[in-house]
Nanobody, 120 residues
């Protein structure tokens, strides 16, 4: 099992920045890929970024050029740096971890979520 704890959400004005953190504990050596998702009120959960253990990071088209995901293996933490925030970025942001192998994964580990509100 992997335990995930997000932090860093809050209220920010349009054009502002926030950095989200997701600290992992437990069976971290079995993590193959971590994700950032978001869910806005009344909308489906949306994949924001995929951070594999090896390889390049993928982003949703809606955040490319504005959001940057990264990981600090020494701290077992992944980050989501969000710049040039827009009101449509308002959502609950969740961290997710997939364990297993590249071929077979279980993606059942979720954090509690952190709220991001972009408003003037």
């Amino acid at each position: 099992q992997v335990h995930l704890v997000e932090s860093g959400g809050g209220l920010v004005q349009p054009g502002g920045s926030l950095r989200l953190s997701c600290a992992a504990s437990g069976s971290i050596l079995s993590i193959v890929v971590m994700h950032w998702y978001r869910q806005a009120p009344g909308k489906q959960r949306e994949l924001v970024a995929a951070i594999p253990s090896g390889g390049s990071i993928d982003y949703a088209d809606s955040v490319k050029g504005r959001f940057t995901a990264s990981r600090d293996n020494a701290k077992n933490t992944v980050y989501l740096q969000m710049n040039s925030l827009k009101p449509e970025d308002t959502a609950d942001y969740y961290c997710n971890a997939c364990v297993g192998t590249v071929v077979v994964q279980e993606c059942d580990s979720w954090g509690q979520g952190t709220q991001v509100t972009v408003s003037a």
